[in-house]
């Protein structure tokens, strides 16, 4: 799965650098309202979560019922749904410009990749965040202060058991699903000293694309649109043979 986790590392890395500066009150809730405020803007795309548990006392954080929504003219219902994510942190950095994130744990993640001829869901919402991170990271001092402060090395991220659900506009909204590989990402930001949220989005962005990428392509989602737009006498056949 390479592409959304976008939504997961920005929008939590956000929540976290916006909100931890009131630690001794209303952690939860202003975390919460930072990944619901910066999400859309970052993502290009509708974000929810339903809520946020920060334990300090050994630097855990929670997340639950975070879905990433897909761009506009997408049949599918959403990019991606994401049950918990759970995450350790160095509770030492958090008030130094770089935070330590010791480990990001991600079970179960289910995304959906939805072919279109001029890019996939996932591919619009990469490019959202590319332009994002863009804007934000640019040479001027205006666009640079526009980017939260603070900075993030992630030692590991795993993301375990998920599931791709692979679509096309011509299966109005209807899905395959395909079952993906483990992804172990380590030391984002290492090199560097630190990364900014959009930074360490985007790299491991890439690699869920490219993932998610890869498990759907053996179905063939562009042949078979491609055929049908031919009006091929097989594109029936194709259709059908998807869901067998």
């Known amino acids: 799965m390479k592409k959304l986790l976008l939504g997961i590392v920005l929008l939590v890395l956000i929540g ?18 930072a990944i619901r405020t910066y999400g859309p803007e970052i993502a290009g795309v509708p974000v929810s979560l339903s809520s946020v548990k920060i ?4 630097g855990s954080v929670t997340l639950r019922g975070l879905v990433v929504g897909n761009p506009k003219d997408f049949k599918t219902e959403r990019a991606l749904s994401l049950d918990t994510i759970s995450i350790t942190l160095d509770i030492h950095s958090l008030t130094k410009d770089v935070i330590l994130i010791k ?3 991600i079970v179960k993640p289910d995304a959906t990749y939805e072919y279109a001829s001029d890019g996939s869901n996932l591919d619009v919402i990469q490019r959202n965040i590319e332009h994002y991170v863009a804007k934000h990271l640019g040479s001027t001092s205006e666009s640079k202060s526009t980017e939260p402060g603070k900075k993030f090395i992630i030692e590991h991220i795993d993301i375990t058991n998920g599931t791709a659900n692979a679509s096309a506009a011509i299966l109005n909204g209807k899905t395959i699903t395909v079952s993906l590989p483990d992804l172990h990402l380590k030391d984002i930001g290492k090199q560097s000293h630190g990364a900014t949220a959009g930074e360490a989005a985007q790299q491991i962005m890439n690699e869920i694309t490219h993932s998610v990428t890869n498990a759907v392509i053996p179905l063939h989602l562009g042949d078979v649109a491609d055929s049908i737009k031919k009006g091929a006498e097989t594109a029936v056949d194709a259709v059908k043979g998807l869901f067998k």
């Open 16 to 33: 976290i650098a916006g909100g931890v500066w009131w630690v001794y009150r209303s952690l939860d809730s202003q975390v919460a309202s």
């Open 55 to 58: 334990v300090l006392a050994d």
């Open 103 to 105: 480990e990001i744990s």
